[in-house]
């Protein structure tokens, strides 16, 4: 089932929770809606299900118009943070739920329910375990019977809210793996909130950033990663330094020097350089490049960490180095950013409320 | 010597003294007195004691106190549901004050309610009066005495499952939508399964309320032998005529059916703890 | 009343949406007037009525009971009992909570059982077990009225032990819950620092839980001057002696008094009235220092 949202805006009581969104979903695709708290990812997805009403805008699914359909029409699969199961079922009634509910014309006969849930149950990996209750199940099985009962009513499109963000690390990093499992093998369009980058970057086809109310940019995880276009999706995913430059002809210049990048398309004027702290070359002598004086430095998995003061105004960086590196506190470190990328730097300051700016240069 | 603690060990004093002072007052207060009420009905053997719960007079009463509170606790658990549903879930003028209502029947003196009751559905009072010119009689019958038992049962009910409701999660009625329910199948099917444990417990508190009340209900009852004439009632009367031994034998039987209703209360509470969980 | 039903507020409805989590409109109406009917009817008029049977034949009348001197004994009589047992339920109330919410001792559900007793057994049945424990003719009791020429029963002790009974869960009720959920934290704190026993009490416990208390008295109260079952069994209905204003109440009633009746029930309703919005202000304004969960009395 395809998906196309458009313009879709949402208002809470004078506050605009959502900015005329537009965002079409394949076929089958695997959707990560990424972003802070507040950024309006939760309320896109339970307009999508029909928990909510936008204020204006629609969205379709497939080549139907579902604005106008209550939630319980549009036969979504939602799976909440808090797996709102339904404590005085069973795990095996719960699953079934969705299936006894329906008008008599189109219920599945009783013993057909019965093998659907337990065929779900088993895709889930919780066989054993129909005849407990929800409060008898860790946080991970309740999680995967709420799934196994959102697939239950064969979904147009799955939704997931948040559904790791109440499971502690290790379990979470086994049921993504598992999700993605399930979503391969039953080839549901499904869109799921998070707010963990890593767990977006992993799972999904494609990344949804999202901040304010507004869609910043969508594309798969090496896009979103590799060439962000804005100054807040550069600053959202993955580590990033920045530094406050000027643009003169092409030439990059960090006070009274240039840095050696050439920007030849970018007009003059300030700007923001952005750039990876991993993503550096170490030079020698400094002709053209950014210097500064090491400060702290501190171990990061295989490599160190270190803050670099730069200029007279000691503006700070991070960048990182390799874990033999010789460089000591108060050293003198050369490098250039291999890839990097400028933002017009009165974007910067409004850049999350205002439009996206044209990314410039790289 | 083993180190047996009857307590488990606390850096916090005062232990010996707030609870012998607790276990002293409890002995005074409820323990030995009701002790002394079932060595009183000892004393009977069973000659004694079994006309005085097989009699006609004392088998009315017995029937008339239980079917009257429980078709009152029945009613309270129906409206109960209601006005708990309406003062949580929805939001309108009034609506704090209403709520403050509800508990009247705690605050307001049994008497009080009994006169005031009596006098309104008495064949010449406010709503007496309107059923008066079609033969119907509320006040000294049955029906009157139903009415003062849903008066004071009422904030059971109402009281047990306004909390469980407030805290009922938005998510579980949204999960139940997006399955495709309607929202009587919600209410149906999710919603009042889970409020089931408060609804029982409410009912629970309000009929045994409603078995033992005298103040409200002697005015309004009519008190005919046989007729309209409740237990307590019927304890009184034997306590006026000095005859302790039969007034401690129908206190016993009430005893008895209080700690059972109690009984049942715990129980229901144990069940719904093991089954749903904590919260 | 019933017409603003709008809930919840939705700056435009204009869609066919409806939330899935509340009812149509039309229900939401309807439900409300329900309410509001049953209500009205249950609970207002009664408490309408006491009033307007009192003022029926004028404030002059109205006043006249005021000026009965059994009326007045019986005033007098329910202020002495109310004095007497709040305080000492109070007590009770204190430190059956310190022993019970602080500690874990075994029998500790039991004993919260116990307290709620008095809440399922019938106020005359609470009569009749002290008429068995301390009336003339039991052991007790005869020794206490021949050895020490103390009535106990058809006298106001009697009126006040019965009194005890009926309240002495609400001030322990509200305590238990709530202390409970404090946890021992505090007191702990304050002991490590060097404070006694008392002291703990004193400066931490007590700041801690004085509006629960203050909850709790207010209802004891409430309970302790209305009540009418157990106290008329014990009492005896000794005029001027042993009558409280509920009894006297239903005195005047039986004696087709009934403008006095309702004048003197109009007191006592006036009592919960004020009982109804003293609870509902502290319920409003210090919700979080009140025990929460079910409260049902």
Redesign the interface.
């Known amino acids: 089932m395809e998906l196309s949202i458009r313009n879709v805006q949402k208002e809470f009581g004078g506050f605009n929770a959502l900015h005329e969104v537009s965002l079409d979903i394949r076929s089958g695709e695997l959707i990560a809606l990424l972003g802070p708290s507040g950024s309006g990812k939760t309320t896109l997805l339970r307009l999508i299900a029909g928990l909510d009403f936008p204020s204006s805008g629609q969205i379709f699914f497939g080549e139907e118009d579902a604005s106008r359909k209550s939630v319980s029409e549009r036969n979504v699969g939602f799976v909440f943070q808090h797996y709102a199961l339904f404590r005085h079922m069973t795990v095996a009634d719960n699953v079934a739920f969705g299936l006894k509910i329906r008008p008599a014309a189109t219920r599945p006969t009783r013993a057909e329910i019965k093998r659907r849930a337990l065929e779900l149950l088993d895709l889930v990996q919780l066989s054993g375990l129909a005849h407990r209750y929800p409060s008898q199940l860790s946080g991970g099985q309740r999680q995967r019977v709420a799934l196994a009962r959102a697939l239950a009513i064969e979904p147009r499109v799955l939704l997931l809210d948040e559904p790791f963000g109440a499971l502690d690390a290790q379990v979470r990093r086994e049921l993504r793996r598992w999700l993605r499992e399930i979503h391969d093998a039953t080839g549901h369009t499904t869109v799921f909130v998070t707010h963990d980058q890593e767990e977006a970057l992993e799972l999904a086809d494609r990344v949804v950033v999202m901040s304010q109310g507004r869609i910043e940019q969508v594309g798969t995880a090496d896009q979103v990663y590799d060439n962000p276009v804005s100054p807040f999706v550069y600053g959202f995913i993955g580590d990033s330094s920045t530094l406050p430059v000027r643009v003169e002809q092409g030439d990059v210049w960090f006070e009274d020097r240039s840095i050696g990048l050439r920007a030849p398309h970018v007009p003059d004027g300030e700007a923001t350089l952005y750039f990876r702290p991993h993503d550096v070359e170490l030079l020698d002598g400094c002709g053209g490049c950014i210097a500064g004086t090491a400060g702290v430095s501190r171990r990061v998995a295989g490599t160190k960490r270190v803050e670099l003061a730069i200029g007279g105004a000691g503006h700070r960086v991070e960048i990182e180095l390799p874990v033999d590196h010789p460089a000591a506190t108060r050293s003198r470190i050369a490098f250039r950013p291999r890839r990097w990328k400028l933002f017009p730097a009165r974007e910067l300051a409004a850049a999350p409320a205002t439009p996206l700016p044209e990314p410039v240069a790289a | 010597m083993a180190t047996f603690r009857?307590?488990?060990p606390?850096?916090?004093?005062?232990?010996r003294?707030?609870?012998g002072?607790?276990i002293f007052?409890?002995m005074v207060?409820?323990?030995?007195?009701?002790a002394?009420?079932f060595l009183?009905t000892f004393e009977l053997d069973w000659q004694a004691f079994y006309p005085i719960i097989s009699g006609p007079r004392f088998l009315a009463a017995l029937k008339l106190s239980f079917g009257a509170s429980l078709l009152a606790a029945m009613f309270n658990a129906v409206?109960g549901v209601?006005?708990a549903?309406?003062?949580v879930?929805?939001?309108?003028?009034?609506r704090?004050a209403?709520?403050?209502?509800?508990?009247?029947?705690?605050?307001?003196?049994?008497?009080?309610?009994?006169?005031?009751?009596a006098?309104?559905y008495s064949p010449n009072?406010?709503?007496g009066s309107l059923f008066a010119p079609f033969g119907i009689k509320i006040a000294y019958t049955p029906l009157g005495i139903w009415?003062a038992l849903?008066?004071i049962g009422?904030?059971?009910v109402v009281?047990?499952v306004?909390?469980?409701l407030q805290d009922f999660?938005?998510?579980?009625?949204?999960?139940?939508?997006?399955?495709?329910?309607?929202?009587p199948?919600?209410i149906s099917?999710?919603m009042l399964?889970?409020l089931?444990p408060?609804i029982l417990?409410?009912f629970s508190?309000a009929f045994?309320?409603a078995?033992?009340?005298?103040?409200s209900v002697i005015?309004i009852a009519g008190n005919l032998p046989r007729q309209t004439e409740i237990?307590?009632?019927l304890?009184?009367f034997r306590?006026e005529e000095f005859n302790?031994a039969a007034?401690?034998a129908i206190?016993a039987v009430?005893?008895v059916a209080?700690f059972i209703?109690?009984l049942a209360i715990?129980l229901i509470q144990v069940w719904s703890q093991r089954?749903?969980?904590?919260g | 009343m019933a017409d603003a039903a709008l809930h919840p507020a939705r700056p435009e409805a204009a869609s066919a949406f409806r939330s899935p989590v509340t009812e149509p409109l039309g229900f939401r109406v309807f439900a409300i007037g329900v309410t509001v009917l049953l209500m009205a009817l249950f609970l207002l008029l009664p408490l309408a009525a006491v009033f307007v049977e009192a003022f029926r034949f004028g404030l002059d009348k109205y006043l006249e009971v005021f000026k009965n001197p059994d009326a007045i004994g019986a005033i007098k009589l329910t202020l002495l009992v109310a004095a007497i047992a709040v305080p000492c339920n109070l007590i009770f109330g204190i430190a059956a909570a310190w022993s019970i919410a602080k500690y874990r001792f075994p029998g500790r559900a039991f004993l919260i059982s116990l307290i709620d007793l008095p809440f399922s057994v019938s106020p005359v049945v609470a009569g009749l077990v002290y008429i068995l424990l301390l009336g003339s003719n039991s052991a007790i009791g005869s020794w206490l009225l021949q050895d020490f020429g103390i009535r106990v029963i058809f006298a106001v002790p009697g009126v006040v032990l019965a009194t005890i009974f009926v309240t002495f869960p609400f001030i322990a009720r509200e305590l238990i819950p709530l202390m409970e959920d404090q946890g021992n934290g505090d007191e702990e704190a304050a002991i490590s620092l060097g404070a006694s026993g008392w002291q703990a009490f004193w400066y931490v416990t007590l700041p801690n839980v004085k509006w629960a208390l203050l909850y709790g008295v207010l209802l004891c109260n409430a309970r302790a001057m209305g009540e009418f079952g157990a106290v008329a069994v014990l009492s005896g209905k000794l005029r001027g002696e042993t009558v409280t204003m509920p009894l006297q109440v239903e005195l005047f009633y039986n004696e087709y008094m009934t403008v006095a009746a309702f004048s003197l029930a109009s007191v006592l309703a006036g009592l919960a009235l004020v009982t109804l919005v003293v609870k509902s202000w502290l319920e409003w304004r210090y919700a979080d220092q009140l025990a929460t969960g079910a409260r049902t009395h």
Request: aromatic letters at 12%.
């Open positions: 009857f307590r488990e606390s850096i916090i004093p005062g232990f003294l707030t609870f002072f607790t007052y409890l207060i409820v323990i030995i007195p009701i002394g009420l009183k409206i209601l006005v549903w309406v003062l879930r929805y939001e309108f003028p009034g704090r209403l709520d403050a209502m509800v508990d009247l029947p705690f605050a307001l003196p049994t008497a009080v309610a009994g006169i005031s009751l006098s309104i009072g406010w709503i009415i849903v008066f009422l904030p059971f009281r047990s306004q909390p469980v999660s938005k998510e579980i009625e949204e999960a139940s939508a997006t399955l495709g329910a309607s929202r199948q919600t099917r999710v399964p889970a089931l408060a417990t409410g508190l045994a309320r078995v033992g009340e005298y103040g005015f237990l307590p009632l304890i009184v306590l302790y007034a401690a206190a009430m005893l209080s209703i109690l715990n089954r749903f969980g904590n």
